[in-house]
């Protein structure tokens, strides 16, 4: 038979792919999906089983929870990266993680084809078939829901006509969970003028008033919470159960596809919009302004690149470093109040704060200069603006 290995999430697309694939065109399909956060061990179980329903030969599950953050998510928190300054990238960054996985198990197995459960609309199809095109072009891509142009219904009546009922109905979401955030998708987000409901979000109200969080930050990583040490990406999940108990980080995202049409989701990122907003202000504190300026721009592009699914391209090494190089300072806590659908930054300390006292405070008494020398700065600073409304002058 013909070894196929298929991206396989568990939901509708992927399941008729998968009996798709097995029944109708012979192939000996090996399902393979990414955990990259989010999942629980009962929910990867749940996952094996439902594959194993559709006629899978095999089910593998690849932990890619570290080499995510590792190889992604440090860099969206060194960059502050949000899209369209709202999206963190929650799923945009985790498909190129899951792509080369899954990549890399089609080759590690000798399959001469590989699936996946991408519409031709979306972004998915563009990133999983870059990085496979690029890591294994021997390799032929097959992508059904795209070539037969399936609708969801068609996609649930074949399934039910082979003996597959899964209640596929049931959802009437489209929930996709990760390290750094869940997206969610309905009716209401294909639309240009309705909020999804309360209920659509995963993680509902269930704590009032307020909880003060520490983060502790070493060269940009987030290395502690209230004190306590951990992995960054187990104190990214530990943050998120803190805050999603607040029912913090949920918010629509309209945004540019990469096949050229407007896009619109829901998500629900708690931990990354408070890291990020946290980072960012302790970067405030402990970088320069031109560190600043040289980051936010290279950051827009950086997130840019990984949302159109351009992460093997060598620039994005080269910016890496550079957002890697501009964390030596970053380090300090930074204390974040907690409240029911949002967060305040309280403040910083920091051994490498810039707001020195012993030097000068703003718009206080300075310690490093006269009065003599500041009238002689501001005088050769306003040279341009003298010179140019001079000769301009009617």
């Known amino acids: 038979m013909k070894k196929l290995v298929l991206a396989y999430s568990g939901g509708l697309d992927t399941s008729y792919c998968a009996v798709h694939l097995s029944k109708e065109k012979g192939f000996e399909v090996h399902a393979v999906s990414v955990n990259t956060g989010g999942f629980s ?11 194993y329903k559709m006629g899978v030969v095999s089910y593998t599950n690849i932990d890619a929870v570290a080499t995510y953050y590792e190889k992604v998510v440090k860099h969206l928190i060194y960059g502050n990266v949000l899209k369209n300054n709202t999206y963190p990238l929650s799923v945009s960054a985790e498909r190129i993680i899951q792509a080369i996985e899954i990549i890399e198990y089609a080759k590690s197995i000798n399959a001469k084809y590989i699936a996946h459960g991408s519409t031709g609309a979306g972004n998915d199809q563009v990133r999983f078939d870059m990085i496979f095109q690029t890591l294994a072009p021997e390799i032929e891509i097959i992508s059904p829901i795209r070539d037969y142009k399936l609708s969801r219904q068609e996609e649930i009546e074949y399934l039910i006509e082979n003996g597959v009922d899964m209640d596929w109905q049931k959802s009437k979401y489209s929930v996709n969970k990760g390290l750094w955030g869940t997206s969610v998708g309905g009716d209401e987000t294909l639309t240009s003028n309705l909020p999804l409901p309360d209920s659509a979000y995963p993680s509902a109200l269930e704590k009032e008033g307020e909880e003060k969080v520490t983060l502790s930050f070493n060269k940009g990583e987030l290395v502690a919470v ?3 040490k951990n992995s960054p990406e187990n104190n990214i999940e530990h943050l998120n159960t803190l805050a999603s108990a607040y029912a913090i980080g949920r918010d629509i995202h309209v945004g ?45 592009w950086y997130g840019t690149h990984l949302h159109e699914g351009l992460y093997l391209d060598p620039v994005m090494r080269n910016m890496e470093a550079f957002l890697q190089s501009s964390q030596e300072q970053v380090s300090g806590d930074v204390i974040v109040t907690l409240k ?28 490093g200069w006269t009065a003599v020398d500041a009238k ?8 341009p603006s003298k010179i140019y409304q001079n000769v301009n002058a009617k």
């Open 41 to 51: 061990q009962n929910e990867i179980e749940q996952i094996q089983e439902k594959a």
């Open 340 to 367: 029911p659908y949002h967060f305040v930054l309280d403040g910083v300390s920091s051994p490498h704060d810039l707001m020195n006292a012993a030097f000068g405070a703003y718009g206080e008494m300075n310690t």
């Open 226 to 228: 209230n004190g306590i």
């Open 256 to 300: 540019d596809t990469i096949v050229g049409i407007k896009g619109r989701v829901g998500f629900e990122a708690a931990a990354a919009l408070i890291i990020i907003k946290a980072h960012h202000l302790l970067e405030k504190h402990t970088l320069t302004k031109w560190q600043l300026q040289h980051k936010d721009y290279l950051a827009n």
């Open 376 to 383: 002689g700065f501001i005088k050769i600073y306003a040279n």
